[in-house]
């Protein structure tokens, strides 16, 4: 047996019916298509989300407020109210924590209109500390930000965010002015510079006020949603997550084996917890996208079976002529494989093509999406594509195979 003469000869009666032959292979052409894009795509969303978190800052240590699991996400995150966080607890650990922690800063936030005489912005507004700009690592362009005094003393004052002032003001000077937020006045003291998309919020596209001003006059709270701190080296951030835990657990009269009422999470806990939920979630969508492959291999079973029907007489021919059954199996076989391997590199070469494009798409829309085509996925595609061919051919092969010489050449 020449495994070369089989293929071409494979080759030769693939090609004589192309649409047909076309038509067998376009389960296998979709299903490794879907593969690999799905690969490439959920790789790339996966970069973009943890390039978002990259962006927030490495050397950051964030509290939230509830329990929650070792990798699980506070439940705050699942849109559950605690208000267990409070301002004193941010003074606490900036005072009594370790000297690793350089800055630290606190947030509340919600949504509402803004209005400067006729001219109305719903967005968001971020109550904060005057270390804001230290711990985000940002700055304003214009005029400044407000000062410790002001957040201690419900001072109304605004620095705004690009967009914000831009939809509220256009060219026109912007210090200075008085807008209303709610039912109050606040008068611009600053605007940021140009931020763009991080941590998941376009913080352009925000106002800031002091945190006092905020849970007082906006809010009607006195709690805080977050404690974001910054750590002065790497090396640092477990003790300072060490620090941190202990004097919340103190304050918050917390005894031991009392569960925590709040969560502390460096950056790299949260990367490593969310590469975890990512990668989960990107396997999951390649086995659903595998289940194409499964239907494609039974249409490629289904059109071998017609084959061996339509060349009985054929393969009674070569029986007679002195070849052996495993002959004819490895023939129909190889014709099998000849298929779906055209089929598995025509849907690599179409999942990469999209996968390119989906990512040349969300690049111009702004986003850190990264190109990820593995050679595994390739691989994966190719050896797929086989293993279905060998899979969903045997059973033509062996019926072929089965024959009997002589009433195969009295097959009409």
Partial sequence: MNIIENVTSSWEIISRSKARSFLTMLGIIIGVMAV???????A?????????VKSVGSNLVGVLPGASEEDGPPAT???????TLKYDDGKAILKDGCDCIESLTMYVSGNETINLDDVTVNTTFTGTTASYLDVEDTNVVHGR???????RGVARVVVLGDEVREKLFGDQEAIGRRIRIKKTNFTVIGLMKKRGISGFQNQDDQVFVPISTAQKLLLGIDHVNMIRAKVDFPENIDRAVEDMESILRDRHDLNFGDENDFTVRSMAQGL?????ITDALKF????IAS?????????IMNIMLAN?????REIGLRKAVGAKSSYIVTQFLIESVVITFLGGVIGIVLGILISILVAKIAQFMGYKWDLVITFGSILLGSGVSIGIGLLFGIIPARRASKLNAIEALRYE
């Fill in 272 to 276: 490593d917890a969310l590469s975890s």
């Fill in 145 to 151: 930000f407000f000062s410790e005094d002001e957040e």
């Fill in 36 to 42: 690999i894009i799905v690969m490439s795509v959920g």
């Fill in 308 to 312: 061996v029907q339509e060349r009985t």
């Fill in 284 to 287: 999951f969508l390649v086995a």
């Fill in 44 to 52: 790339g969303a996966q970069s973009l989300i943890l390039n978002q």
């Fill in 77 to 83: 995150v699942l849109g559950i109210i605690v208000t």
């Fill in 291 to 299: 289940i194409a492959l499964i239907v494609g291999g039974f249409g």
